[in-house]
């Protein structure tokens, strides 16, 4: 059912992985394809209609897709930016650095942001950053890795990993808290759906 309780507002930032090994490095574009519909359906079913939300995708390099200042008044612009996005696959690198920090950037760019205190950036990745070591460990950051850190806590950012596949959680994990880390076996359908109730707790509270 689509979330209908709009007593709690979110500046909600979606940064999707697009690099080569999203897709299994044979040009096989369906990964990319269903981590988009993930986003659009928690868009049209997790997210309450006051909330602000915006994306990004990145491989070597930032694609935004949609800015927190763009139509907010509908979900329909949003979705159709990500459709659009479905044809526009990158197939590169993966600068989870360079995405972290231009997804929180975003978070700057509209000044009128609503409660600030409720910003969430959902980073949906299956692979190991590969421009810049974040993490020594899962607790313990590179400098790099507290650049990001301090760039989020600064804008009261929670950061949730969705980490895909064979994703190492120790290249990434330092970064937030382990009870905001999820991770699933693969890109397909299923999967997505396994762990949507609980992001709908986090997106649409009772």
Not at 143 to 148: A, E, I, Q
Not at 163 to 184: R, V
């Amino acid at each position: 059912p689509t979330c209908t309780n709009d007593d709690d507002k979110f500046n909600i930032n979606f940064v999707i992985d697009e690099s080569e090994s999203v897709n299994d490095g044979v040009g096989n574009e369906d990964n990319y394809l269903n981590a988009i519909t993930f986003a659009q359906k928690l868009i049209t079913e997790d997210i309450n209609s006051v909330s602000k939300i915006s994306a990004l995708a990145f491989g070597t390099e930032i694609d935004p897709i949609y800015h927190f200042f763009d139509n907010q008044d509908s979900r329909d612009d949003i979705i159709s930016a990500l459709q659009i996005e479905k044809g526009d696959y990158a197939d590169s690198s993966t600068d989870t650095f360079g995405a972290i920090i231009s997804g929180s950037d975003m978070f700057s760019e509209d000044g009128i942001l609503i409660d600030p205190d409720q910003n969430i950036m959902f980073l949906i990745t299956d692979g190991i950053p590969t421009t810049n070591t974040l993490c020594i460990n899962s607790i313990q950051a590179t400098n790099d890795g507290n650049t990001l850190i301090t760039e989020l806590n600064e804008r009261n950012i929670r950061l949730y990993i969705i980490g895909i596949g064979d994703f190492d959680e120790t290249k990434i994990a330092c970064l937030t808290s382990n009870e905001y880390m999820y991770q699933i076996e693969d890109f397909t359908t299923e999967e997505f759906e396994r762990i949507e109730a609980e992001i709908r707790e986090i997106t649409c509270p009772n």
